[in-house]
């Protein structure tokens, strides 16, 4: 079983596995891109709510490997199914990616290469450049702007 992403919608993604996306995903497509959505809908494609239990889990993981920023809501909830379903996530985007790999989930990237290594970010401020474990606003100390870094 596979969630697909928008970008398996954008990018014409097809499969013999069974498929399942999330509502969201619907929203953010527009013009023939959501017509396919529709149509696979239409074809036996699952549409699934993810339990509040799963998206908690995901944040808590994405907060955790410094990803939770760079992750939408829908983002959240599509890496929710596929931990609750124990299905693979279908997405190019890393910080997706990232996140399902600390929760060991499969990913399967569609129109790039997939992540080589699972990432916990630091956060470094640009002024004093204190380095954080947790994104924050501001920097506590000098009030400056934090940028996220490879802990590499």
Request: hydrophobic share 35%; proline share 5%; glycine share 6%.
């Amino acid at each position: 079983m596979q969630v697909l992403d928008s970008s398996a919608f954008i990018h014409e993604y097809t499969t013999d596995e069974d498929v399942v996306s999330i509502p969201a995903v619907h929203e953010e497509l527009t013009g023939e891109v959501a017509l396919r959505f529709d149509a696979m809908e239409g074809s036996g494609m699952t549409v699934h709510v993810p339990a509040p239990e799963a998206v908690d889990r995901v944040r808590r993981a994405a907060k955790g490997s410094g990803d939770a920023a760079e992750l939408s809501d829908t983002d959240v909830r599509l890496i929710a199914t596929a931990l609750e379903l124990h299905a693979t996530l279908v997405s190019d985007d890393y910080a997706m990616q990232n996140v399902a790999e600390r929760l060991d989930l499969p990913v399967e990237p569609i129109d790039r290469e997939g992540i080589t290594e699972e990432r916990e970010w630091r956060f470094q401020c640009v002024g004093c450049n204190r380095t954080f474990d947790e994104n924050r606003e501001r920097c506590p100390i000098c009030g400056s702007d934090l940028t996220r870094k490879n802990p590499a």
